[in-house]
């Protein structure tokens, strides 16, 4: 039997945002110790019902990017909705951080999404873009759906 999880929160340090907290590190709060750039992630296909990814994914090297989208789309059920929240690249919060290695801008997330012309220059897994916000200056907080092959 499948184990579903209601939100996954990537990178959650030692603040889970959701049900279940998947860090490389070991926090209180951690449930899974797993580096996001090690795929496959140890859960079941379509065993997730939403992701929660923040302050992560400028942290992953970028030639694994679609690689930890692609994972992600594979882990999430049909439908499943993933929220990702960055620094926008080349920005004071994204320089701040000598860890940071990933630039996105909101347009990088087009990639993901079929309905745009720059999907079709990788093709990842497909993810359609629900909303590109911000929450605060220079951060973006990006919507993404799990859409179908």
């Not at 140890?42 to 942290?59: G, K, L």
């Not at 679609?66 to 004071?92: K, Y």
């Not at 990639?111 to 093709?123: A, E, I, W």
């Amino acid at each position: 039997m499948t184990m579903m999880i209601k939100k996954l929160d990537i990178g959650c340090g030692g603040q889970k945002r959701g049900d279940v907290g998947m860090d490389k590190t070991f926090y209180p709060g951690v449930d899974v110790v797993h580096d996001l750039e090690n795929i496959p992630y140890p859960f079941e296909s379509e065993s997730v019902e939403s992701v929660i990814a923040v302050h992560i994914m400028e942290h992953i090297k970028p030639w694994l990017t679609i690689d930890v989208f692609n994972e992600l789309w594979r882990i999430c059920v049909p439908g499943a909705v993933m929220q990702v929240i960055v620094p926008e690249a080349g920005t004071p919060p994204y320089w701040v951080d000598p860890t940071h290695c990933n630039g996105f801008i909101g347009e990088t997330f087009k990639y993901f999404d079929p309905d745009y012309s720059v999907y079709g220059v990788y093709r990842p897994k497909p993810w359609k873009v629900l909303a590109l916000n911000s929450l605060q200056q220079y951060v973006i907080d990006a919507w993404m759906q799990k859409g179908t092959e």
